[in-house]
């Protein structure tokens, strides 16, 4: 049986994307076959599909991708199980993640998927498995985050800032807030207390001092950073904007880190854990995290999607539609 999927043969701009017919996948002993409602972007997407050599490297697939399926994000009901799958069963609700998001229909590890809340939509379950899990990750394992910290979320419109600034105002902490002048409003209303356009202002300068700096772009310099924290403060990057700024956080942050108290580094790629699925279900379902959904798109304009999310201005996340017309 075919079904309606986005593939991409060679890496290149969101013109490589193509929405073609392909085959039905069929769940393997220990995943879950799942009809998609909605799927959300990122920008490991975007990695995946533009290719710079280093990704090539770390991926595979030096001159083409050796798997040419995209999108992680899903949300959707359960078709059919796998013979050792025991927790789920056909017409359940999920979301997660898995390879080939960007498709009428995916297989996902049963481990890597949970039940939907009943009062939480697909676009809104969608958005959410590797935002989540990064700001979680990020915030609680690498930051050490506690209550009554003053955290600043650097990138803070962004579809991984939006969810760490409701994280962190959750977890009890004085939020401040970087991003453009336009998306101010925006980031107060998500909770922050706090904001700052850096169009502006530049947060490192101003004489401000910070417990936990999470800083979902990457995009300042291991020194700026350090002048920001506060003198036992912790500096986790989720994200960066180019390979030599990345390098740079790799080989300096860790020998800066040895000089004083001031801890600046790398969280890398967060993993997709049961447990945090878990913990992420429930923000959802109690209201404490509210997804920020900026654009949606049908099946067939996913090359357009991404290409929105290729501007780097993104509020929020970007979701994909499968209940739309994909025709």
């Known amino acids: 049986m075919l079904m309606k999927a986005i593939v991409f043969t060679q890496y290149g701009p969101p013109e490589v994307l193509q929405f073609i017919d392909v085959e039905k996948p069929a769940p393997t ?104 899990c990064t700001a979680l990750q990020g915030l609680r394992d690498f930051g050490q985050i506690q209550a009554g910290q003053k955290v600043l979320i650097n990138g803070a419109s962004g579809g991984v800032g939006t969810f760490a600034v409701q994280l962190a105002k959750s977890l009890g902490a004085e939020v401040t807030g970087v991003c453009s002048g336009r998306n101010l409003d925006l980031v107060r209303s998500i909770g922050a207390d706090h904001v700052i356009d850096y169009t502006r202002h530049d947060f490192t300068r101003n004489g401000q001092r910070f417990d936990l700096i999470y800083d979902a772009i990457g995009n300042r310099s291991v020194f700026d950073i350090r002048r920001a924290l506060s003198p036992q403060g912790i500096c986790v990057v989720a994200g960066f904007t180019s390979v030599p700024r990345l390098i740079e956080l790799m080989v300096l942050g860790p020998l800066m880190s040895k000089v004083g108290g001031k801890k600046i580094g790398s969280m890398g790629i967060a993993k997709i854990t049961k447990a945090d699925l878990t913990a992420i279900k429930g923000l959802l379902e109690t209201g404490k995290v509210v997804p920020v959904i900026e654009k949606r798109y049908p099946l067939s304009e996913t090359a357009e999607a991404m290409r929105h999310l290729g501007t780097k201005h993104a509020r929020g996340k970007i979701i994909i539609d499968l209940d739309r017309n994909t025709k």
Request: aromatic share 6%; with cysteine; hydrophobic share 40%.
């Open 29 to 132: 002993d220990n995943q879950v076959l799942v009809k998609v409602h909605a799927a959300s972007v990122n920008p490991a997407d975007w990695h995946r599909m533009t290719a710079p050599l280093v990704g090539r490297l770390i991926m595979g697939g030096l001159f083409k991708p050796k798997d040419p399926r995209l999108g992680s994000d899903i949300a959707g009901t359960v078709e059919a199980v796998g013979r050792n799958v025991t927790e789920f069963k056909p017409g359940d609700e999920v979301f997660g993640a898995c390879a080939g998001g960007f498709a009428e229909y995916t297989c996902a590890h049963e481990t890597r998927v949970v039940l939907k809340p009943a009062n939480v939509s697909s676009e809104a379950a969608a958005a959410t498995p590797v935002v989540g």
